[in-house]
């Protein structure tokens, strides 16, 4: 670039741009040649305008170049426009020295190129790990929490995280993106390990009657007239606390506390469910079943109820009682197939498992304890085949037909078979299946 004093075509005697630009004129064409200097040859921006705008100078009223702008092939490339400024050549030489005219500093025009740069390059995203503890079940980051340092060789730089929310469900590592954006839009990516710090609890609920009086059922049931009339609901939370709790269900002492006690006055079929909260605001529920049975006989004050009765020598022929209250003990203690109630009346169906499979997902599986006994009559063994769906163990006893307990066996597997009753004398036998709230009896036969 610069004033050269020479035009951008050979004037005979030297060839100056033309040496310049990698082009020079033949030595028979000038006076003082020049060998070609240059490659790749250079370009004269002046040659890229219209013929009449080439002139940056006027001598005698002559138009004529003698300022060149000369570039390589990869900055012409990025021009975006040459112009001649038109600012003294064409203006009387009496403004130089005028101080209130900015024309006519100089006798030469100004050759102007633009040059236009454009950003092609990527950022650089680096990233670091974070760490967020949920409350009240929530937890958020911005992108600059696990930005270290993303940057730009020509621009400032934006920033976006692909998730900036998390809850329960996102409890431990995640891998979240860094996206890093220039100011051309080039954009470049980096992942983070997110660690959400939090825990989801798990609670447990068990029927604690309010005494041991014994009724034969099962602790979630109730016996309106006879034994524990309410129950406590004894919740176990684990997991992340202190924990608050809210109780659905009727006849409940309290609803926010942990362990309420039901009360039940009607006969029915009672669902409670609690949903238990930790500290971190992460929640699961529980639930429970009580069944209530209205075993007192009308008109009685309260002083009888209803018992079914199965004769020790004939268990399968039973027959309901009206029975003094005091007298029920003694009964229940007496003959193993007795139960209060009246015969062909239960509490309700054995209570449903529910299985906490995740905070979100309950499975509810029916009562599905099953005995099969083989041979019955036997000569020598029983072959008791357990199956259930629950993993709950089995506590198996053997009784006689007065209720006196021969043998018991503990902790059986939910599913197995049972080899018992070699040593019975002929007769008949009960045998108690229970597993979690399901009880069965089966009637054994041993024969000669
Ligand atoms: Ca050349
Ligand atoms: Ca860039
Ligand atoms: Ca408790």
Redesign the pocket.
């Known amino acids: 670039m610069g004033d050269y004093n020479a035009f951008q075509f050979n004037d005979g005697l030297v060839d100056l741009i033309g040496t310049i630009k990698g082009t020079p004129t033949p030595a028979d064409q000038v006076v003082l040649a020049s060998t070609d200097l240059v490659n790749p040859d250079l370009v004269n921006l002046i040659d890229g305008i219209s013929a009449t705008q080439r002139y940056s100078f006027v001598f005698d009223g002559s138009h004529q170049v003698l300022d060149h702008i000369l570039v390589n092939q990869n900055a012409n490339a990025k021009l975006s426009r040459f112009s001649i400024a038109r600012v003294d050549a064409d203006f009387p030489e009496v403004y130089r020295s005028d101080a209130n005219r900015p024309e006519r500093i100089s006798d030469h025009d100004a050759p102007v190129a633009y040059f236009l740069f454009t950003d092609v390059t990527a950022p650089v995203a680096i990233c670091k790990p974070a760490s967020v503890t949920l409350v009240n079940g929530t937890a958020t980051i911005t992108a600059s929490d696990i930005n270290n340092g993303s940057n730009d060789e020509c621009s400032n730089v934006t920033l976006s995280v692909s998730q900036t929310s998390f809850d329960c469900t996102d409890i431990g590592a995640n891998t979240v993106t860094l996206t890093v954006t220039d100011a051309a839009g080039n954009t470049a990516t980096c992942n983070a390990t997110v660690t959400v710090v939090g825990v989801v609890p798990s609670c447990s609920i068990t029927a604690v009657p309010t005494n041991n009086i014994y009724t034969g059922g099962v602790p979630t049931n109730i016996y309106l007239g006879y034994g524990p009339q309410s129950v406590t609901l ?3 939370p684990v997991g992340g606390g202190p924990f608050t709790y809210s109780w659905s269900g009727s006849n409940l002492s309290c609803t926010t506390c ?2 309420p006690v039901f009360t039940p006055t009607t006969q029915g079929v009672y669902n409670f469910t609690v949903t238990v909260t930790n500290s971190y605001g992460c929640t699961t529920t529980c639930s429970i079943t009580i069944c209530v049975l209205d075993i007192r006989v009308p008109g009685t004050n309260g002083k009888k109820v209803y018992l079914c009765h199965a004769p020790p020598e004939n268990p399968a022929n039973t027959s309901t009682l009206e029975v003094s209250v005091n007298a029920v003990a003694e009964h229940l203690a007496d003959h193993a197939g007795d139960k209060l109630g009246q015969c062909g009346q239960d509490p309700c169906a054995p209570a449903m498992i529910v299985k906490n499979i995740s905070n979100k997902l309950k499975l509810v599986i029916p009562p599905s304890l099953k005995v099969a006994v083989l041979p019955n009559p036997s000569k020598t063994a029983f072959t008791l085949t357990l199956q259930s769906e629950s993993e709950l163990p089995v506590n198996l006893r053997i009784l006689d037909l007065n209720g006196k307990e021969i043998s018991r066996l503990g902790n059986l597997s939910a599913n197995s078979i049972i080899r018992i009753g070699d040593n019975l004398r002929t007769g008949f036998y009960l045998a108690e299946i229970v597993q979690g709230q399901e009880r069965k009896i089966v009637k054994l036969v041993k024969i000669q």
């Open positions: 004894n919740n176990t942990e362990d």
